[in-house]
């Protein structure tokens, strides 16, 4: 089974801090992306990477930066928390077909 | 441009009862269409797809057709179970590698 995994499941930072959210994914996807999850709002797309060091803005990228420095491995970056970020936060990867498999979710609190 | 719309809930149906979620896409070319769901405390997961027009995707009970002509993609199960109880959320990919998410829609099956 594909598994998809992400560092903290809730995570409670304070306005100005800088947060990493980390997510693994074991299935050697090249495609792996990061969401939130906001009520009303559904998913929105903040950074997609097709390949290792490679990434494209998605359609919320304020505020935030992403890394991927080895295929499996995809974190995005908070420089500097605002309350406005509180959310969930979803990563997903893709296989070569359209299936997106995600994590768990970070629920995030910006205090 | 690309927009998901599905029915706002919360949707509420006693077990056994028939459900329907509507779902109408607007998009431009020919895109893929999916259907995820999402358990309490879980990331989402594919439930179904379908890829052209007239398609059937189908999984676990619940089926879902590819109307190009009324650009639909409902999701339908004869008969629902407290387990059936999550949040569903339609979505679309027409190319590259962005998938554009409806609000989701939160069903409670009650017993």
């Known amino acids: 089974d594909v598994k998809v995994t992400q560092s903290s499941r809730y995570l409670v930072k304070r306005t100005g801090e800088k947060v990493f959210l980390e997510c693994v994914q074991d299935m050697d996807h090249e495609n792996m992306f990061w969401y939130r999850q906001d009520p009303g709002l559904g998913l929105r797309l903040i950074y997609f990477s097709y390949d290792v060091k490679m990434k494209e803005k998605g359609d919320i990228p304020e505020g935030y930066s992403v890394s991927r420095e080895k295929k499996e491995r995809f974190s995005l970056i908070l420089e500097s928390a605002s309350t406005n970020q509180t959310s969930m936060y979803l990563c997903a990867s893709k296989t070569s077909t359209d299936t997106q498999y995600f994590g768990p979710g970070t629920r995030l609190t910006v205090l | 441009g690309n927009s998901v719309t599905q029915m706002e809930g919360p949707v509420t149906l006693s077990e056994e009862a028939f459900l329907t979620i509507n779902c109408t896409y607007t998009?431009?070319?020919?895109?893929?269409l999916f259907w995820y769901v999402q358990y309490p405390g879980e990331g989402l997961q594919l439930l179904l797809k379908a890829t052209k027009a007239d398609d059937k995707g189908s999984n676990k009970g619940f089926e879902a057709t590819y109307r190009k002509e009324t650009t639909s993609f409902h999701l339908e199960k004869g008969s629902v179970q407290v387990s059936d109880s999550a949040v569903y959320f339609c979505a679309l990919r027409v190319r590259g590698f962005k998938t554009i998410f409806g609000a989701g829609t939160r069903l409670f099956v009650k017993a």
């Open positions: 998009a431009t070319g020919y895109p893929s």
